[in-house]
């Protein structure tokens, strides 16, 4: 049920985003904002229903750009896998914690999206690495916008932990 | 075996979800596939969140810019209405300035021709044009600025009427249309001569001693003869209008329209002669005829007997100006303005052109016509 929900909120962030970077810079500014709902998988769900959630969520991500498919979704994937890691090995307080997870997830997501575009690319058509620097400042903008998915995250979470049938015992 | 696929059956999902959607687009990289139907169905869920928010995004900045950015609007448009009336008002006075500049540079195209002549050029700074006394304007200039009783006031069009009473600052210029004012003149076409005397009317004045043996016609335009000693010659002073030839009778009767505007006027310039002595000479022109011919160097004297005609031109009329003094009361000297109110018609009609020598013919040659 919850990789579901995902899902659609997932879609509904993904067409927030496009609408209001429509009036917000027109694209001018790049930002993920669905990315950092994987993180907070990788950071609170378990790991089947959090893969399957971040699969989901890649699709998404994938639909959006428009770009090859599977690219997105395997990214997503993989850092799902990165903040399960990151949040085993070290400790993520708090909104700020959250925020440089983001930031360097973001970064290194972007990264190699960029490596593997240019794995497949004809060398005249790939990308380049002078977009690194538009993935830097995408992953600083998704950190600063990723405290308000950290709040609705938890909040849906919350919506579901009503359900637990402990509660009736 | 079960229990081994049991135990890894997280990390194998995990793996294959990993791994699948990696061998896809490595599979679709190269030769990227179409939208399928699902793509599109999810694409399609997400158009109504779009326009939903392009909705409340455009409406709440529609409401932004309607009605809370309205009260910025209504500064601006007013301080836009401020502007705009100072502009106008700038536009008005510029205006003002281009017509005032027009008429100032006629003046001084007047004053460059006349040589003999220093002109003050002065602003009208009120008018009595009151019927039951004189009609009058007063000028900015003064006792301080060279301006003398008597010294002749006029404008580009023609003349305006002569300095009657002078202040250190200001001067009374009494009008060609007071009933005191008498300026000898020519028929411009003809050169017949005659008297312009002031009715009290602004807009219109009488044709006076105009013989009626004269060539005179409707329309004709009156110059000032210069015989008065007062006005150089050959300044428009009116034209002629609605001629009268009686069946007898010694003169043609008529009525002079000025060819100045005595209502608009705003700036005038007062003439100086350029001769030593100036109006003090001028003066006595007015008091007695063998003057007249030093008070105006400039202009030749159209004959010796000028005297009478000067006189006349006095606010007072001769009568006072024989006094050798002003008239406190110009209506009371009104009813002897001109020696043609003598009793004996001869020498009445000798009045204004008696002053023709023999020898002198009764056309001037060189007489200028406005």
């Known amino acids: 049920m919850k990789p579901v929900l995902y899902f659609a909120l997932a879609l509904a962030l993904s067409a927030l985003q496009a609408a209001l970077l429509r009036w917000l810079g027109g694209g001018a500014i790049p930002v993920m904002i669905v990315l950092p709902m994987v993180l907070w998988l990788g950071l609170h769900a378990n790991t089947v229903e959090g893969a399957v959630s971040a699969t989901a969520i890649g699709y998404v991500l994938d639909l959006a750009n428009g770009g090859p498919k599977g690219l997105m979704t395997f990214l997503s994937v993989a850092l799902f896998l990165f903040a399960r890691g990151a949040g085993a090995a070290v400790d993520i307080p708090g909104r700020v914690g959250f925020a440089v997870l983001t930031l360097v997830g973001t970064f290194l997501a972007g990264c190699a999206a960029l490596g593997l575009i240019d794995l497949v690319t004809p060398q005249v058509a790939a990308p380049g690495w002078e977009l690194a620097g538009r993935i830097g400042l995408e992953a600083l903008v998704t950190a600063l916008a990723s405290p308000l998915v950290l709040s609705l995250m938890n909040a849906t979470d919350r919506l579901f932990a009503r359900d637990d049938p402990t509660l009736l015992r | ?370």
């Open chain 2, 1 to 370: 075996m079960f229990s081994l696929l049991k135990r890894f059956r997280d990390l194998a999902l995990v793996a294959a979800l990993l791994l699948v959607p990696l061998g896809v687009y490595f599979a679709h990289a190269r030769r990227p596939s179409e939208r399928s139907r699902l793509d599109r169905f999810f694409i399609v869920l997400t158009a109504p969140v779009e326009r939903g928010v392009a909705f409340v995004i455009g409406g709440a900045l529609d409401g932004w810019r309607g009605y809370v950015g309205l009260r910025g609007a209504h500064e601006r448009a007013q301080q836009l209405s401020r502007r705009v009336n100072e502009l106008e008002l700038e536009q008005r006075d510029k205006v003002r300035l281009e017509a005032e500049n027009e008429r100032l540079r006629v003046l001084l195209g007047f004053a460059e021709s006349e040589p003999g002549f220093e002109v003050v050029g002065a602003r009208v700074i009120g008018v009595r044009l009151d019927a039951k006394g004189l009609q009058l304007v007063r000028i900015d200039r003064g006792a301080d600025d060279g301006v003398e009783k008597l010294m002749p006031v006029v404008v580009a069009r023609g003349v305006v009427g002569r300095v009657h009473a002078v202040t250190s600052s200001t001067a009374d210029v009494l009008l060609l249309t007071d009933l005191n004012s008498s300026i000898a003149v020519r028929v411009a076409r003809s050169r017949a001569r005659a008297n312009v005397r002031g009715t009290g009317d602004p807009d219109v004045c009488r044709l006076d001693y105009a013989l009626r043996s004269d060539d005179l016609q409707d329309a004709d335009e009156l110059v000032t003869s210069g015989t008065d000693g007062i006005f150089p010659r050959g300044l428009a002073v009116g034209r002629v209008e609605n001629l009268k030839k009686a069946g007898q009778g010694l003169y043609q009767k008529a009525d002079v329209i000025p060819a100045v505007d005595v209502t608009k006027l705003e700036e005038v310039l007062v003439l100086r002669s350029r001769a030593a002595g100036g109006r003090d000479e001028s003066a006595a022109v007015a008091q007695s005829g063998p003057a007249v011919e030093r008070s105006a160097p400039a202009r030749p004297p159209a004959g010796s007997a000028a005297a009478p005609a000067a006189a006349s031109a006095t606010p007072s009329g001769s009568h006072a100006a024989t006094n050798g003094a002003t008239a406190p009361n110009p209506r009371a000297v009104t009813s002897a303005p001109h020696p043609a109110a003598t009793p004996s018609p001869r020498a009445t009609t000798s009045a204004p052109h008696d002053t023709r020598t023999a020898a002198q013919p009764r056309r001037e040659a060189g007489s200028r016509v406005p």
